[in-house]
């Protein structure tokens, strides 16, 4: 499975975009990238995931590079319900979590 | 998405005793479970992952043989931490993955063994 890298924290302010990158550089060909977060204290939630595309649906979109090295994730109006720690996992056989980007949206 | 149903939410055991804790894919069939366990503060580490049918593989460092995981239908699988001690104390979460490659996440069992 590919390794991601992604910042340790990250504050947006409320209705603003949060825009949250990604590096896996040694993505392979057939591996999707899958965002997911956790809000404190629950199991994480399914957020979004592509291949090689740019994908949106009705939480976020997905923006991927040509190279597919990196991808960054947008909430496109931030919330404070949208503050949790977000994860992006190039997923493979199996589902393995790096650190993730905890996002504080402030008031 | 898909629901995942993970029970009990929260347990409290006493030293020695086993606890089970049960994964169930609601509305799919879930070839592949995983099981992660986290610490506070931390992110989820992967235990095991099990395919319907079959024996689970243990991540290193985790012992089969305290961490029993069985994933006897497409629908359910379980994981019973034999012998649980204070250290076990921790925060379990389950996800199932069916055919279409997202994995669905339980809402996480707060062991604490006292």
């Known amino acids: 499975d590919a390794k991601t890298t992604q910042p340790t924290s990250m504050d947006c302010a409320e209705g603003r975009a949060a825009n949250l990158p990604c590096n896996h550089s040694?993505?392979?060909?057939?591996?999707?990238v899958y965002w997911y977060r956790q809000i404190h204290s629950q199991g994480p939630q399914y957020i979004i995931h592509?291949?090689?595309n740019n994908e949106t649906n009705e939480m976020a979109s997905l923006i991927i590079t040509e190279d597919r090295k990196s991808s960054t994730l947008i909430l496109p109006h931030a919330t404070l319900r949208d503050t949790a720690v977000y994860y992006c996992?190039?997923?493979?056989?199996?589902?393995?979590f790096g650190a993730g980007t905890r996002l504080t949206v402030k008031p | 998405g898909a629901v995942v149903s993970q029970h009990p939410s929260r347990v409290i055991c006493k030293s020695g005793t086993s606890v089970k804790i049960e994964c169930r894919s609601l509305?799919?069939?879930?070839?592949?479970m995983f099981w992660y366990r986290q610490f506070p503060k931390q992110s989820l580490m992967l235990m095991a992952t099990?395919?319907?049918?079959?024996?689970?593989?243990?991540e290193q460092g985790v012992e089969k043989d305290k961490f029993l995981i069985n994933h006897a239908s497409l629908t359910l699988s379980t994981l019973t931490v034999t012998s649980a001690h204070p250290e076990d104390s921790s925060f379990y979460i389950c996800?199932?993955?069916?055919?279409?490659?997202?994995?669905?996440f339980g809402q996480g069992t707060r062991l604490t063994v006292v």
């Open positions: 509305d799919f069939q879930a070839t592949t």
């Open positions: 592509g291949l090689k």
């Open positions: 099990s395919n319907e049918g079959s024996k689970a593989t243990y």
């Open positions: 996992i190039v997923e493979g056989l199996s589902v393995r």
């Open positions: 040694t993505i392979s060909g057939n591996e999707y």
């Open positions: 996800s199932a993955r069916g055919g279409g490659g997202v994995a669905f």
